[in-house]
């Protein structure tokens, strides 16, 4: 399973951005798709995801302002990002939890991020 994030750049503050994120490999169905962004020197951090099925779940630091979307068939998602602040600067990774076996449990796979760097 391998997961592609692209669409990072560098952005003035207000300023969007959308990244997008497609799973390929031998996968049947994917149960949750998210992302998480890491800045230097600190802790990957959950932003969006949207578990099938459902809707969309947002850490309250993007909440209105980033707008997460999944398209099953393509085994994709965006992540629309607007009113885009300097703290918004990070990497952004692209998830994916894929069932396995064993009922219930998934595995996770991560993409290379992709670089959003918002100037003041």
């Known amino acids: 399973v391998q997961l592609q994030a692209s669409g990072g750049g560098l952005v003035q503050a207000g300023g969007s951005l959308r990244l997008f994120c497609e799973a390929s490999g031998n996968i049947d169905n994917i149960n949750v798709m998210g992302w998480y962004r890491q800045d230097a020197g600190k802790q990957r951090e959950f932003i969006a995801e949207i578990e099938d099925g459902k809707g969309a779940r947002y850490a309250g630091s993007v909440k209105g302002r980033f707008s997460m979307s999944r398209d099953n068939a393509r085994k994709s998602t965006y992540l629309q990002m607007n009113s885009l602040k300097p703290e918004d600067t990070a990497v952004y990774y692209c998830?994916?939890?894929?069932?396995?076996?064993?009922?219930?449990?998934?595995?996770?796979?991560w993409g290379l991020g992709t670089l959003v760097t918002v100037s003041s």
């Open positions: 998830q994916a939890q894929i069932p396995t076996t064993i009922a219930g449990l998934n595995r996770a796979y």
